[in-house]
């Protein structure tokens, strides 16, 4: 009997999860984080992405994510954001996991989805805690500041920070519950959400990475595609988009 292919995994799934990673964005022009395109001004996101850096720094840090804004703000999804959000509306139970704090999924349609590091379109108030979106490119101040008078940081987790309990439950709730997990445009490396994967293997998920390049996670994976994200992914979820009649099963 042969290995059912994912297509065939994917249609008789009751649970598919999707975790991305920053090389989902990289079609829509967002610097990933490791990529050659991922520097700013000579600063590594591992320096900026920092509680240490914003406490010594706060106008570079708010600079690095008002740069980023203001590229995400003339960018569309594309291709690979869509075929993620066609595929939810496929599925029984569907959770996309991000590690984006972009917010292109959510342009495309997303909406089962867990922004595990947070998002760069809300800010915090450092007094009163307090998150509210903020869209204004570019923002009336660098750093912003609340109406409280204190100042605001972006609303993501930077390195060294746990991450938003409710979330990372979350996220471990389905990679444990999920038939098949796809994992696309992540190095891999950053954790805890590198382990989700894994986590999903050791749960019995068939795991296939969509990736530019082979990464810790390829040797574990059942299926690998190396390839862009935009190109791959249609072709892989294509067909779930036809009538079942209209295509050959492989
Ligand atoms: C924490 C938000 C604990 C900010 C980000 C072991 C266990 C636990 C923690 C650690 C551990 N070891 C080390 C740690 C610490 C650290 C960590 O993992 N460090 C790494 C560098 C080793 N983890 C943490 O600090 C986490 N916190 O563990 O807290 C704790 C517990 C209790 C109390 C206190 C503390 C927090 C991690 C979150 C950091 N914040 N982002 C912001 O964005 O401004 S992470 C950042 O990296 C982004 O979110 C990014 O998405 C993420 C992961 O990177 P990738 O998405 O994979 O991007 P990358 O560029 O690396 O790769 C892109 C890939 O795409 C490449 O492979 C490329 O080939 C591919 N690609 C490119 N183009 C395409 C493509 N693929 C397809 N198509 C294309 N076109």
Redesign the pocket.
């Known amino acids: 009997m042969r290995t059912p292919s994912f297509l065939q995994r994917v249609r008789e799934a009751r649970r598919v999860v999707v975790l991305t990673?920053?090389?989902?964005s990289?079609?829509s022009g967002v610097p990933?984080?490791?990529?050659t395109d991922?520097l700013w001004r000579h600063h590594r996101?591992?320096d900026l992405?920092t509680p240490e850096a914003f406490a010594r720094d706060p106008r570079l840090v708010w600079e690095w994510?008002e740069w980023r804004r203001r590229l995400i703000a003339t960018r569309r999804p594309n291709p690979?954001h869509e075929a993620i959000a066609d595929l939810e509306a496929r599925v029984q139970e569907f959770l996309l996991i991000t590690?984006?704090?972009d917010g292109l999924h959510r342009q495309a349609g997303s909406r089962r989805l867990v922004e595990l590091?947070?998002s760069?379109w809300r800010v915090r108030c450092l007094a009163e805690g307090t998150v509210t979106e903020n869209l204004e490119v570019p923002l009336p101040s660098l750093p912003p500041y609340c109406a409280c008078g204190a100042l605001v940081r972006?609303d993501?987790?930077?390195?060294?920070?746990?991450?938003p309990p409710g979330a990372i439950r979350q996220a471990y709730d389905a990679a444990e519950s999920c038939d098949v997990m796809l994992v696309?445009?992540?190095?891999?490396?950053?954790?805890?959400?590198?382990a989700l994967p894994m986590i999903g293997k050791a749960h019995g998920a068939y795991v296939v990475e969509?990736?530019?390049?082979p990464?810790p996670l390829s040797a574990f994976a059942d299926e690998c595609h190396h390839?862009?994200?935009?190109e791959v992914l249609p072709q892989l979820l294509g067909s779930l988009m036809r009538p079942r009649s209209l295509t050959h099963n492989p």
């Open positions: 990673g920053a090389g989902v990289a079609e990933t984080f490791r990529g991922g996101a591992e992405a994510y690979a590690q984006n704090v590091h947070g760069l972006p993501v987790v930077w390195f060294g920070e746990a991450l696309v445009g992540t190095s891999a490396l950053v954790q805890p959400a590198a969509v990736n530019l390049e990464t390839g862009k994200a935009g």
